[in-house]
């Protein structure tokens, strides 16, 4: 029994040190071949920073219009949506411009149906196969946690939107390729999803690339952490409830030991 514990110990060590190793070497390269991104002021940054609901609903219009195409959010069902402020008729009626395959039917059948608020975000292609067979082999990475799975988070991500520039002179980019400053190696193979006006939004807010890809940015910080708002309040909860604490506690103290000299 000893022995077996001390080699799994020691597996998971050596497991402990590949994972490391095989973050840490794309992390180093990648922070030396494209610069820092820009700070910017994110509305759910901070101790008391809130996903502005606004901002969030405008970045799932953009998701829904202009990135839906490629990429998957898989980890968001419908219902979750009103996490960013939309009501129980808007999301049945968002559910229900999808198209879901279900079954079997009595006769064995797969069949389509509308949406409900419990299904889950629609994915653009069937399979793994299929995205890479329409994007010149390679799979559109799923959005639900890209903020949290990138160096610099929301900042890169929409350091990345909008970084698509005109190649230096004298650098080589390959047909298929596109030049975006921030990309390691500077060489993406997405080409710029976002222009100006390329979304109408509902609420009149003019439709610049730093106005989608701030809003767009929001939504998905939002999908990588739905609970970042429950979350904060727990904490300043807790802070409040430990301050409490420990001047009751150093009262009680004051109280027993005020007749020790």
């Known amino acids: 029994?000893?022995?077996?514990?001390?080699?799994?110990?020691?597996?998971?060590?050596?497991?402990?040190?590949l994972v490391g190793?095989?973050?840490?070497?794309?992390?180093?390269?990648?922070?030396?071949n494209a610069p820092k991104p820009p700070?910017?002021?994110?509305?759910?940054?901070?101790?008391?920073g809130t996903?502005?609901?606004?901002a969030a609903q405008r970045g799932f219009q953009v998701y829904r219009e202009v990135c839906a195409g490629c990429h998957s959010v898989r980890q968001i069902d419908f219902r979750h949506l009103a996490g960013i402020g939309y009501d129980e008729e808007q999301i049945k009626a968002f559910a229900a411009e999808a198209e879901v395959t279900d079954g079997p039917n009595d006769e064995g059948e797969m069949f389509e149906r509308p949406g409900?608020?419990?299904?889950?975000?629609?994915?653009?292609?069937?399979?793994?196969?299929?995205?890479?067979?329409?994007?010149?082999?390679?799979?559109?990475?799923?959005?639900?946690?890209?903020v949290k799975a990138r160096i610099g988070g929301a900042d890169y991500v929409y350091a990345l939107l909008t970084g698509y520039t005109d190649a230096p002179s004298g650098f080589e980019i390959s047909e298929d390729g596109n030049y975006?400053?921030?990309?390691?190696?500077?060489?993406?193979?997405?080409?710029?999803?976002?222009?100006?006006?390329?979304?109408?939004?509902?609420?009149?807010?003019?439709?610049?690339?730093?106005?989608?890809?701030k809003d767009v940015v929001t939504f998905?910080?939002?999908?990588?952490?739905?609970e970042l708002e429950a979350r904060k309040s727990m904490g300043l909860k807790v802070l409040l409830f430990l301050i409490v604490l420990t001047g009751l506690l150093f009262r009680v103290k004051k109280v027993v030991w005020k007749d020790v000299h």
């Open 51 to 54: 996903f502005e609901r606004g």
């Open 116 to 146: 409900t608020p419990a299904d889950a975000l629609p994915k653009p292609f069937a399979n793994d196969n299929a995205a890479a067979a329409s994007n010149n082999g390679k799979v559109p990475p799923d959005l639900s946690l890209m």
């Open 1 to 17: 029994m000893g022995n077996n514990m001390k080699t799994l110990m020691t597996s998971a060590v050596a497991g402990f040190a």
């Open 39 to 48: 700070k910017q002021e994110w509305s759910f940054s901070g101790l008391f």
């Open 220 to 226: 998905l910080a939002w999908t990588a952490e739905p």
């Open 180 to 213: 975006n400053t921030y990309f390691p190696g500077h060489v993406i193979a997405m080409a710029a999803p976002i222009s100006d006006e390329g979304v109408e939004y509902q609420d009149g807010t003019k439709a610049t690339v730093a106005q989608q890809a």
């Open 21 to 32: 190793l095989v973050f840490s070497v794309p992390s180093a390269n990648a922070a030396g």
